[in-house]
């Protein structure tokens, strides 16, 4: 396969950057409603729009809920959408959400992380995106300014294979990234046509269409709705492994991998290891760097799918290893434990008795420091050893 | 896991389709009176089939007569005919429900 | 015999397509939800694609499994999200040159209650499709519950009458006003027992939803909830018009005009005898719902005049 060509390096927010993934896959339909920390996207796709950059039907909705259900509409009707959201407007799109996913649209959402009501809050957090997990989404979690790019034309690529046909939220830290202006290379237009052609080769996927007798979303009785569900979990399935060949394929023509599901950092001699997601990955490679200087055989894991979960990724890159530590930015109401270290706790059977910690940092725009970083991989050090070790820690509690 | 079910939906998702199942009620079972027509009084002004909600009036030319297969037997044909040309009949006088 | 006009009723030429639902599909006997249903794609002719929620009319408008009651193409809905999903069908037709007519099918709960917002949005963005709500007054399918389309006085499921219930204790949202000042492109108030004005009504919904936002208001009453005799459904409609109950008007653009002029309006009694919805009315009620008919009727006059 030929390979792109160098495009433009721009120093813009991340917010402009989800903005400038949109328009690089020629939407049909955008609709979008602001909300901090994620108003910018709209504004710079009205601009883009104003200014003849794109063609996109832009649809200003009176509100989150009105989004979600335009874009799924134009989706089932055959069209490629776009929308991007945060927080209190994610929640406020939960029966949309649900429909979207439910009906198997291949929407492409944006979602600026921030902490969700029940305490209101204009601070980033990962809070959204939990409250949502069990929506039916695929939910990736990106790290930079580029990667929000890069996952934004792969997010296209795995949605409407017809294979997949599941709608992709694509996160990014509020404040953190949406906000940071960083060196981002924009491809050429054209070389994202190439790459996404594949799917214009498949046969065209199910589609509303005026004048022929199919509805979308009939009642499901009985083994209809069991049917649905149960193809729906296995197309969710699929998912892993085509995230894993799409970043393959991504690489090897724009020069970006990013692992796919997980990224391993430094892990393959690694005692012990520290997953976390988002932003904090940047300033966790730092401290893996900085500690296995003083002799600790750290490795870090970047979560990057989080729905479906990347359990076999995991349990593959996690075997042998004497800790664990998992930083979450979210909480679980339910169980003490934050929810990525909840959900890799279900592997027991797979992991063996190895100690995995969890640590709740970085709620409310509140940092993850490096000293905070450092004291999780001295703590997961000291549990590798055989040391006694706090279960779950929060960590600003403890400040 | 074995699985025996045999697919409802070809497609992945629940969609309809009229042309693989139509769906018809036996409406006309829950009728308890029908109407018939004095087609001497009928001057064939079509009010009846135009409100027959099922719109179940069949259009026999000179007249209309309603398809007894989905009458509901809601009665606003004879209601609301001009020449109150129609009568709603019980249906335990007939033979034929 | 008496002499027949021999000529078919000039209305059957108003249809310009074939029955599109099946012979007998699960709406109670006389509702005039169902004649609105089925009349509405005989006149809206082929290519009608409809965004349908729960309600009276899902059962039917939706499929069960892959079976289909009816031949039209339809997306399903929750009730936050029909306008919406119209909006998003309506743009994407327009984008790729497919001819649709698209067309809300909600009832009033949807309408003036929980879908109420991107009903409003819709219309203020001048979207283009036809939103239809039949209103009957009340969540009906789910067995009678008062919505804000409920009239005062009315006894539903949620304002009972009992020693101290007296039935909805506060006046109905005026909804055709409320959407008159959107200033849709289009807008009308309809009923089953004028037909022809019904029909002339959604003919020039059609064509004006090619340009801009449709608002269509249709009375239909329930029999089951409102206790009327199946077969005075019609009469009911009728009643609502002739007592200014429910006044017949259309607007382009803001500007109303009573299509079906009432000169000598009945007194509400007319139209209040016909269910038992309202039997327990003593004169004050009465008095009440007559004095809301009327204002109601008056600022519709007012607006009217003030076009001209």
């Known amino acids: 396969m030929v390979s792109a060509q160098k495009g433009q390096v721009r120093v813009i927010t991340g917010n402009a950057t989800g903005a400038y993934g949109a328009m690089l896959c020629r939407p049909d339909v955008i609709a979008a409603y602001p909300i901090t920390p994620q108003s910018e996207i709209a504004e710079q796709l009205a601009q883009f729009k104003a200014d003849g950059v794109i063609d996109s039907e832009f649809v200003e909705v009176e509100g989150e809920n009105s989004a979600m259900n335009v874009v799924l509409a134009a989706s089932v009707a055959g069209g490629r959408v776009f929308t991007a959201t945060s927080s209190y407007g994610l929640v406020f799109m939960y029966d949309a959400l649900q429909e979207t996913s439910g009906f198997r649209a291949p929407v492409v959402m944006v979602n600026a992380n921030r902490e969700t009501p029940g305490i209101h809050a204009v601070s980033s957090g990962q809070q959204d995106m939990i409250s949502a997990r069990d929506a039916g989404w695929v939910q990736i979690i990106t790290e930079n300014d580029q990667e929000i790019l890069d996952q934004i034309i792969m997010a296209y690529m795995l949605a409407e294979d017809n294979d997949i046909l599941l709608p992709v939220m694509v996160n990014y830290d509020g404040f953190y990234l949406s906000y940071l202006a960083e ?8 070389d994202v046509d190439k790459f996404l052609a594949p799917l214009k080769k498949q046969s065209p996927r199910q589609k509303l269409v005026p004048g022929v007798s199919q509805g979308c979303g009939t009642h499901g009785m009985e083994m209809g709705y069991v049917e649905a569900r149960y193809k729906h979990t296995q197309a969710m399935e699929r998912v892993k492994n085509k995230v894993d060949e799409i970043d393959k394929k991504f690489g090897d023509y724009f020069g970006r991998y990013y692992g796919g599901q997980i990224e391993e950092y430094r892990t393959d001699d690694a ?57 979450d930015r979210s909480i679980c109401f339910g169980w003490k434990y934050g929810p990525i270290c909840m959900e890799l706790k279900v592997l027991t059977q797979e992991l063996g008795s190895v100690p995995i910690l969890s640590y709740i940092d970085g709620l409310a725009n509140l940092d993850i420091t490096i000293p905070h970083i450092g004291r999780v991989v001295d703590e997961v050090n000291e549990a590798a050893k055989g040391k006694p070790y706090q279960d779950v820690t929060w960590i600003p509690m403890e400040e | 896991m074995v699985i025996k079910h045999k697919n409802i939906f070809k497609t992945q998702s ?52 309603a398809n007894l297969d989905f009458c509901k037997g809601c009665g606003i044909c004879a209601n609301e005919c001009p020449r109150k040309a129609i009568t709603m009949v019980p249906e335990g006088e007939f033979t034929d429900g | 015999m008496v002499e027949t006009t021999k000529k078919r009723n000039r209305v059957f030429d108003y249809f310009c397509q074939d029955e599109q639902f099946a012979g007998g599909v699960a709406w109670c006997a006389g509702c005039p939800m169902e004649l609105i249903a089925r009349l509405t794609p005989k006149v ?72 109420f917002q991107p009903l409003s949005g819709a219309a203020e963005r001048q979207e283009k499709f036809i939103y239809l709500a039949y209103d009957n007054e009340g969540y009906m399918n789910t067995g009678n519950q008062r919505s804000s389309a409920t009239q005062i006085g009315a006894a539903t ?98 500007k109303p005009r009573i299509t079906v002029n009432v000169a000598n309006p009945k007194p509400i009694l007319e139209f209040t005898k016909l269910m038992r919805k309202y039997s327990h009315l003593k004169e004050d009620g009465l008095a009440e719902l007559q004095k809301q008919v009327d204002e109601r009727y008056a600022l519709l006059k007012t607006l009217v005049n003030a076009g001209t």
């Not at chain 2, 079972?29 to 409100?51: E, H, M």
């Not at chain 3, 089951?224 to 019609?234: E, F, H, L, N, T």
């Open chain 1, 183 to 190: 060196a981002v290379e924009i491809y050429q237009i054209e």
């Open chain 1, 271 to 327: 005692d012990i290891i520290i997953i976390a997601s988002g932003s904090a990955t940047g300033t966790a490679r730092t401290v893996i760097d900085a500690k296995r200087e003083q002799g600790i055989k750290v490795g870090l894991i970047k979560l990057r799918l989080f729905r479906p979960f990347p359990a076999e990724r995991l349990i593959q890159a996690l075997k042998g290893k004497k800790a664990i530590g998992v930083i």
């Open chain 2, 14 to 65: 629940a969609w309809s389709n009229a042309d693989e199942k139509m769906l018809c009620l036996d409406t006309g079972s829950w009728r308890t009176s029908r109407p018939v027509l004095d087609k001497d009084k009928c001057n064939y002004c079509g009010l009846c089939a135009l409100f027959c909600p099922p719109q179940c009036m069949n259009d026999m030319g000179d007249h209309y007569e």
């Open chain 3, 44 to 115: 809206l002719g082929k290519n009608m694609i409809f965004v349908g929620t729960p309600g009276c009319a899902a059962p039917v408008l939706h499929g069960q499994n892959i079976g289909a009651w009816h031949r039209m193409a339809y997306l399903a809905s929750v009730m936050t999200g029909v306008p919406s999903k119209a909006t998003g069908l309506s743009r994407y037709y327009n984008r790729i040159g497919q001819d649709a007519t698209v067309v809300c099918f909600t009832g009033d709960g949807c309408a003036t209650d929980v879908g």
């Open chain 3, 157 to 254: 499921t949620t304002t009972p009458v009992g020693k101290i219930g007296k039935g909805k204790s506060n006046a109905q949202k005026n909804m055709p006003m409320i959407m008159l000042m959107h200033k849709p492109t289009y807008m009308a108030t309809a009923t089953v027992s004028h037909l022809e004005d019904f029909i002339k009504k959604l003919q020039k919904a059609k064509e004006k939803s090619k340009e801009g936002f449709v608002y269509l208001h249709l009375f239909s009453p329930c029999p089951v909830g409102w206790r009327i005799d199946s077969s005075k459904v019609i009469e009911v409609c009728r009643e609502a018009v002739r007592t200014n109950y429910f006044p017949l008007w259309e607007a382009e653009n803001g």
